[in-house]
């Protein structure tokens, strides 16, 4: 958990540090020229400078991502679903769907605002922490309840996600797809992970039948689809990706999706 947070700590600080470039830009672009926070219905403020969101509990995970990405944000990790709260995504440990570099959805919360007893309200910097740590004998729904604001941390992102399809036969194909190339390696076995990743999904169908799927986020395309949805549900898409396009352990398959399409791939599935 800690490792994740501090990856969430480093990209922060990435953007903070560019900020008279890539985000003063996002700044003039959004708002107007400045870069004080923006506030989107009373329930989301945001900070181009910081790169941070605070943020209302009750908040959904599609009206947070709506609002980011109209400045070219979007939190480091965003739950599957798009009803989910953010208190509910924060509740749940195991609460992570668009990102591999940056852990469950409590690795991209990098402080909270809470009441205490003597109705003081205080920021909780958690550092890696979890809520627990500094809540001592207090119940969880003590300690749930008593939150405020959350701060979350934000990255850049385009408004698509270019996808490539990867094959494996398992787990440890699937590895090996991973790791970083040799000079020993084969063409085939060429990376699906390099720096230019952004978002990795590893799907198992069968025991000898499976897909790494990568993606990077884009700020434009001219080949955009929208191969998934409602009606196809991602994991029926990419299964039938590996079954029709992927016949061969050298191959891969590209396509562009809408990134709201991408990050909530897996609500409803």
Not at 20 to 26: F, R, V
Not at 249 to 264: K, Q, R, W
Request: with cysteine.
């Amino acid at each position: 958990h800690r490792r994740s947070w501090g990856n969430v700590l480093r990209a922060a600080r990435k953007i903070i540090s560019t900020r008279d470039h890539g985000s003063q830009c996002l700044a003039q672009e959004h708002n107007g020229g400045s870069s004080q926070p923006s506030e989107v219905d009373g329930l989301i403020q945001i900070s181009l400078k910081e790169a941070i969101a605070w943020v209302q509990p009750n908040v959904t995970m599609d009206a947070l991502v709506q609002s980011t990405m109209r400045v070219g944000l979007i939190p480091t990790v965003v739950a599957s679903s798009k009803n989910t709260t953010v208190l509910e995504a924060f509740a749940t440990e195991t609460c992570g769907s668009s990102s591999f570099r940056y852990g469950t959805f409590s690795c991209a919360v990098l402080s909270v605002k809470v009441v205490v007893r003597d109705v003081q309200e205080l920021t909780i910097k958690l550092n890696g922490d979890t809520i627990d740590q500094h809540f001592g004998n207090y119940s969880v729904s003590h300690r749930l309840d008593s939150i405020t604001l959350f701060e979350i941390a934000l990255i850049p992102a385009g408004n698509y996600v270019e996808m490539t399809y990867w094959p494996v036969r398992d787990i440890w194909g699937a590895t090996l797809r991973m790791m970083p190339k040799t000079r020993q390696s084969l063409i085939v076995d060429r990376p699906a992970v390099d720096e230019f990743t952004d978002l990795l999904d590893v799907l198992i169908f069968e025991s000898t039948f499976g897909v790494v799927v990568t993606g990077r986020f884009m700020p434009t395309t001219d080949n955009l689809c929208s191969p998934f949805g409602q009606n196809t549900p991602f994991v029926q898409h990419a299964e039938s990706i590996r079954s029709s396009k992927l016949q061969h352990s050298g191959e891969s398959y590209v396509e562009t999706v809408p990134l709201m399409d991408y990050i909530f791939r897996y609500d409803g599935c």
